[in-house]
């Protein structure tokens, strides 16, 4: 072997962290800035998945409420009456309305 090979054997076999340092530095640095697999994109990503399950539960409260709603009127008139008198601001004569804003 020559003069140079065995220097460079030597200093490679005395820095043999250095090889696992730059590969994992690289690793680290592939998780947080590589598109596909970045850390923050994941969480990111994360966070839009809670807010649209929040979304999901809240239409499905409300389609509940709606689906009782609809249940009310087409099995009672009186419910039927008072949701009409309510919305379009009707009174019977014999009562009071007061409207909050």
């Known amino acids: 072997m020559s003069k140079t090979v065995k220097k460079a054997s030597f200093w490679i076999r005395r820095r043999s962290h250095l090889p696992v340092l730059v590969i994992g530095s690289l690793t680290v640095m592939l998780l947080f800035f590589n598109d596909d697999t970045s850390i923050s994109q994941n969480m990111e990503y994360e966070r839009q998945i809670?807010?649209?399950?929040?979304?999901?539960?809240?239409?499905?409260?409300?389609?509940?409420?709606?689906?009782r709603q609809r249940e009310a009127i087409t099995h009672g008139t009186a419910r039927l009456e008072y949701m009409a008198r309510e919305k379009f601001?009707?009174?019977?004569?014999?009562e009071d309305v007061f409207i909050l804003k």
């Open 50 to 67: 809670n807010a649209l399950s929040e979304e999901i539960a809240e239409c499905l409260d409300s389609a509940a409420y709606y689906r």
């Open 89 to 94: 601001h009707m009174q019977r004569p014999s």
